[in-house]
Structure formats: structure tokens, C-alpha cells
């Protein structure tokens, strides 16, 4: 079983930065690919970064590519996401998935946690 808690999300204006965390409650967290989703009110959970086991493959969505980074450290079973020249359109919840593989589809990745929440204003 997998536990994960994301937290950092907050209130944010455009131009600004944010870094999201997530903590892992899981043996061998090495051996799981980690990925962040986002979903914003009315749309479908979109794939946003991944990140291999190692931490050495990592993978953007267009969307962020260049403005937000992926990170890892094995021995804290932490996951990061640094997300810089945050734009009104990156306001949704924020998800940590942990999986076999850095897919970018969300139904193969097997625990999320409960989200957390970026509202960047228009």
C-alpha cells in the first residue's frame, strides 16, 4: 500500500512561483515513477510532469515545459515540483501519482493523493 500527501499549494500572482510537495509513505519508493496532475474545475485531470524512479527521465507537458521542474529524493521519499512564471491558467488541484512506469496517462498510475489546491488570479 501507498500512502502520499502532497502539500505547498496556495495563492499565487501571476509571474510568481510555488513548490509543491509530495511525501511518500511506501517502501522501495525508488522502484515507483512519480508524476503531478492537475485538474481545473470543469475540465479532466491533465498530465503535467513524471519522473522515473532514478529521478534520471524526466517528462514536461508542453504546457509547462520550461517554467515548472520535477524533482526527487530517494531517501526522503519526497517528490517536488517547482513551478516558476505561474500564469492564471495553472490554477487547478494539484495530484501526486505514484506508478510502474513516467506514462503520461493517469489511469496507469495505481495511488494518488489528495490534492492540493493553486490558485493563481486572473
Known amino acids: 500500500q501507498v500512502q502520499l500527501h502532497e502539500s505547498g499549494g496556495g495563492l499565487v500572482q501571476a509571474g510568481g512561483s510555488l513548490r509543491l510537495s509530495c511525501a511518500a509513505a511506501v517502501r522501495a519508493f525508488s522502484s515507483h515513477a512519480m508524476a503531478w496532475f492537475r485538474q481545473a474545475p470543469g475540465k479532466e485531470r491533465e498530465f503535467v510532469a513524471s519522473?522515473?524512479?532514478?529521478?534520471?527521465?524526466?517528462y514536461y507537458a508542453d504546457s509547462v515545459k520550461g517554467r515548472f521542474t520535477i524533482s526527487r529524493l530517494n531517501s526522503k521519499n519526497t517528490t517536488w515540483l517547482q513551478m516558476n512564471s505561474l500564469k492564471s491558467e495553472d490554477t487547478a488541484v494539484y495530484y501526486c501519482?505514484?506508478?510502474?512506469?513516467?506514462?503520461?496517462?493517469?489511469?496507469?498510475?495505481?495511488?494518488w493523493g489528495q490534492g492540493t489546491q493553486v490558485t493563481v488570479p486572473g
Open positions: 519522473i522515473s524512479g532514478s529521478g534520471a527521465s524526466t
Open positions: 501519482a505514484a506508478g510502474i512506469s513516467g506514462t503520461t496517462r493517469a489511469r496507469e498510475y495505481d495511488y
